[in-house]
């Protein structure tokens, strides 16, 4: 069992940045065995994924939308993965969530339902 907590967030002019923590419980071991994705959902729409990180911590993935403005990374030692998030736009609010995958694929998968452990959820509201 991985417990995934969450950290960051808030409410940010457009333009703004903030920054994204989520650490997972368990062994290091565990956790360098999990690619990691950070998801959104915003009323009315499905949960997306915005990015994710392969186990190898070099394979990453993005959507369209954040391509150029958000980054992903983790850092093994501290069981922990990151989103870093610049030039933020009122589309972009949404409550965030961390999520772990555990399959044994070479890169993330991409939908919701294909991953295996949660965090709680971060609202981000941006205002123009």
């Known amino acids: 069992q991985v417990q995934l907590v969450e950290s960051g967030g808030g409410l940010v002019q457009a333009g703004g940045s903030l920054r994204f923590s989520c650490v997972a419980s368990?062994?290091?071991?565990?956790?360098?065995?999990?690619?990691m994705g950070w998801f959104r959902q915003a009323p009315g729409k499905e949960r997306e994924l915005v990015a994710a990180?392969?186990?190898?911590?070099?394979?990453?993935y993005y959507s369209e939308s954040v391509k150029g403005r958000f980054t992903i990374s983790r850092d093994s030692a501290k069981n922990t993965v990151y989103l870093e998030m610049n030039n933020l736009k009122p589309e972009d609010t949404a409550v965030y969530y961390c999520?772990?995958?555990?399959?044994?694929?070479?890169?993330?998968?991409?939908?919701?339902?294909?991953?295996?452990?949660w965090g709680q959820g971060t609202q981000v509201t941006v205002s123009s």
């Open positions: 999520a772990a995958d555990v399959s044994q694929a070479v890169n993330p998968n991409r939908r919701a339902t294909q991953y295996d452990y």
């Open positions: 990180i392969a186990r190898n911590g070099i394979n990453t």
């Open positions: 368990g062994r290091t071991s565990v956790f360098r065995n999990l690619h």
